[in-house]
């Protein structure tokens, strides 16, 4: 929530109207400066939408007299915080004007209570329209009007409300909208708009209206979330419209939000996070999905619980349909949906899920219809080729150690190592202690397990890298008893996962990591998940997904000098 912490400001309703501000902003963010300008775009409208989500809520709000914000320009004080709407001299960004960010915060301003924005054709749209009025004096009668109007400003419903007087306060009320949707072709995007007539009070919602029917999906095109099937199918030059399972992706590949990241992720580090997602809006490929060229809030059933796909080591010029914009400090370059060749095949990507409950999530329903629509026609052209083995590069499997049986045990939450997620972590040792103490992992199989080396993935929310390990060694042993040392070395201090390769084969039941040093003066030990690099047996495809668990970012200014064991939220 982008409120109330360092240098706040506070606001009462309609002081940025006394300001004169043309333009204002985006951050500066790419993986490529080809795509800075629409990076930084995108980002900026993302960050608007939010910040227009948390005011408006405030002015619905019984009983909430005013709000604070960390502040209205970037802040390059404490780390990178590029979380203002003017850049750091109070300069205009972009992509907002003072006029339009008066709609929503203002002396007066009109507010719907939308539940939601994303509708099928068939619904009743019903939506209660109300007034917050902070200006010198009551208004009286005050006649107030609404219209729906299309991506071309063209108004296709419209309607008044009773004209009344508008007392200083808020929670006045106007009136509802009431119509249904059926009347308006679909799919479209639309705004409603509600202003006072006569005044330069209005505001806007967007609203997103697709088919309430279920396509009939094309026969030519296969649709799936398993690599076997895709593979097989491509390569005897069909066409796939694959989506990976969160699981399948190696640990590069972040999952998404659906808010932005908070000043930056050095300052508060977590595995995923986005700063929205640039879109190519004019592709075949999203004809029958209406978007802009940012995300707008029909994308959030979409990314909610989504995996991209990181493509750093994939060729340059395959351009993502859909990507989204990681943090700058990380910089991945990541697909949401993409296209490739693949041999004789053609692949669409979408690293979304949109097979489950498609009867109440309308917006993941369309977007596959509209996929599945531009791959059956003759217009579905990849310009870039891949290799099965590119594909397949992008693949770990992260559930291996569920899968093999594996238990954990150490001195606290040992199992966290090994339940393939990252935003979950291992932690032992006494910060406060007069010296670092070694710690042991055992890791225990109930059957012997080929592997060949293994990838660690270091906690990933503290800011000054709490417990990562510098030197370690690495045993293997059959009974748990009798240990051989197969490895020894130094990992460095990284977010990143690391790849710990043996350089030959080895077969064991149990597995002893033991962290001999850490970094500077810290005497913890931390791991988010530890994994073998399996090389026995093709073990049976599982349709079994993982849902990763909230991580929050851990403040060395909170947490410093508190034991492992009391890092846990008081209860009020």
Not at 217 to 224: A, C, F, H, M, N
Not at 384 to 399: H, K, N, P, V, W
Request: a neutral charge; glycine letters at 6%; charged letters at 25%.
């Amino acid at each position: 929530m982008l409120v109330g912490l360092f240098l706040p400001i506070a606001i009462r309703p309609g002081i940025i109207a006394e300001r004169r501000w043309t333009v204002l902003v985006a951050m500066h963010h790419s993986s490529s400066l080809s795509r800075n300008k629409d990076f930084a775009y995108a980002s900026g409208r993302y960050q608007l939408a939010c910040y227009k989500e948390e005011i408006e809520a405030n002015l619905r709000t019984p009983g909430m007299d005013g709000f604070q914000l960390l502040d209205l320009h970037d802040y390059l004080g404490q780390g990178t915080a590029l979380v203002g709407l003017l850049d750091a001299f109070w300069e205009e960004k972009g992509y907002v004007t003072a006029k339009d960010f008066r709609r929503f915060n203002n002396t007066t301003v009109p507010l719907a209570r939308l539940t939601k924005l994303v509708f099928a054709s068939n619904a009743q749209l019903s939506v209660p329209v109300e007034v917050a009025h902070f200006g010198e004096r009551q208004l009286e009668n005050v006649a107030a009007s609404w219209r729906i109007v299309d991506a071309s400003e063209r108004v296709q419903m419209e309607g008044k409300f009773p004209a009344r007087a508008l007392p200083i306060g808020k929670n006045i009320p106007l009136g509802t909208i009431n119509t249904e949707l059926s009347k308006l072709p679909a799919p479209a995007r639309y705004k409603i708009v509600v202003g006072l007539d006569g005044t330069e009070f209005q505001n806007d919602w967007d609203l997103y209206v697709y088919p309430a029917t279920t396509p009939v999906e094309p026969k030519s095109v296969l649709v799936t979330s398993s690599w076997v099937a895709a593979r097989e199918r491509l390569a005897a030059g069909g066409k796939v419209l694959y989506t990976p399972r969160k699981a399948d992706l190696d640990w590069r590949s972040p999952p998404l939000d659906w808010v932005p990241v908070f000043w930056n992720r050095l300052m508060n580090p977590a595995w995923g996070r986005m700063l929205g997602m640039w879109i190519d809006d004019k592709h075949p490929a999203l004809k029958q999905f209406p978007t802009e060229n940012y995300n707008g809030w029909q994308w959030t059933e979409i990314v909610r619980g989504a995996r991209a796909v990181n493509l750093d080591n994939l060729p340059r010029e395959l351009q993502p349909i859909v990507q989204p914009i990681d943090d700058w400090n990380r910089n991945y370059k990541l697909g949401l949906v993409f296209e490739a060749n693949v041999g004789r095949g053609k692949l669409m990507v979408a690293a979304a899920d949109l097979a489950t409950d498609l009867d109440n999530r309308i917006a993941a329903r369309q977007l596959r219809r509209s996929l599945l629509s531009y791959m059956d026609s003759a217009e579905f052209d990849p310009k870039t080729a891949l290799t099965r083995g590119q594909i397949e590069s992008l693949f770990f499997d992260t559930r291996i150690m569920k899968r093999l049986g594996a238990t954990a045990s150490a001195p606290g939450d040992a199992a966290n190592v090994i339940d393939g997620d990252p935003n979950t972590f291992w932690i032992a040792g006494d910060p406060r202690a007069a010296s670092r103490q070694n710690q042991e992992l055992t890791i225990s199989f109930p059957n012997a397990v080929p592997f060949s080396g293994l990838v660690i993935m270091p906690r990933q929310n503290h800011r000054e890298h709490e417990g990562d390990i510098r030197e370690y060694t690495i045993q293997i042993s059959s009974d748990g008893t009798n240990w051989t040392e197969v490895k020894r070395g130094e990992l460095i201090s990284t977010f990143d996962p690391q790849t710990i390769a043996f350089g030959k084969n080895v077969v064991a039941k149990f597995i002893k990591i033991t962290s001999l040093s850490g970094f500077g003066s810290d005497k913890t030990t931390a791991l988010a998940d530890v994994a073998v690099i399996y090389t026995g047996p093709k073990l049976p495809d599982s349709d079994e997904e993982l849902e990763y668990k909230r991580s929050k970012a851990a403040s060395p200014d909170i947490d410093e000098g508190v034991a492992p064991e009391d890092r846990k939220p008081k209860k009020p």
